[in-house]
């Protein structure tokens, strides 16, 4: 099961979309966390046991901004590993190259997290995650792939129509073909869960998205 939490209209606080996943009444796994909102930790209590890991697609202010929270909200209770490519660790206390200094906020997050490369299979509990290091909208960008529940989360590498920016710090332009290749390899039936927007799938984008026909 995913639970999708959307904030991209949010009239205060832009960030990306969260994720949760896992079967109601055992665990769970977050993926970005932009938002400040109770609205995730109260659907988390309510339906799941335990958060075993939260998983970062990259580390730009939107996906990384409540992270500090959401750790703090369960520490008395157990410690969340986060997973992050080591390209983007750098982005997590400076606001200029996360991009928060964008709209004027100054977003840092003191971590430590579990470095991700490209290939690593992730055994978490119940979970088996597969790592796809896409750079170019930040260094170490990195889709997730839950094969059992037919889920790619993309961060902001793909959305539905389109792609993530380039013209940002820490951006690889040059790298946007290969990366794009690397998805577009994957079986066509995936569901991707992308970092903004609504879902879609990989036939789907296949056919209509410009950037990956």
Do not use: W
Not at 60 to 84: A, Q
Not at 133 to 155: I, M, Q, R
Request: negative net charge; contains cysteine; glycine residues 6%.
């Amino acid at each position: 099961m995913v639970k999708i939490f959307n904030f991209d209209d949010h009239p205060t606080q832009f960030s990306a979309n969260t994720y949760v996943i896992g079967k109601v009444g055992g665990n769970c796994i977050v993926v970005d966390i932009g938002s400040t909102s109770d609205e995730i930790y109260h659907y988390i209590d309510k339906h799941y046991e335990k958060v075993v890991a939260v998983l970062l697609t990259h580390a730009h202010f939107d996906h990384i901004r409540g992270l500090t929270k959401l750790l703090k909200h369960y520490r008395n209770r157990y410690d969340i590993p986060v997973y992050l490519s080591e390209e983007d660790v750098p982005l997590l206390t400076d606001p200029k190259i996360n991009s928060s200094f964008l709209l004027n906020e100054s977003v840092q997050v003191n971590v430590t997290t579990t470095p991700v490369k490209d290939g690593d299979i992730l055994n978490i509990k119940d979970f088996k995650i597969k790592v796809i290091h896409t750079p170019f909208h930040t260094k170490g960008s990195v889709c997730y792939l839950f094969e059992d529940d037919n889920a790619l989360f993309t961060g902001d590498t793909l959305f539905k129509g389109g792609i993530g920016r380039t013209d940002l710090p820490y951006s690889e332009p040059e790298k946007v073909k290969e990366s794009l290749m690397k998805i577009a390899a994957l079986p066509e039936t995936l569901v991707i869960y992308p970092g903004h927007g609504p879902i879609s799938r990989i036939e789907i984008e296949k056919k209509n998205n410009p950037y990956l026909r």
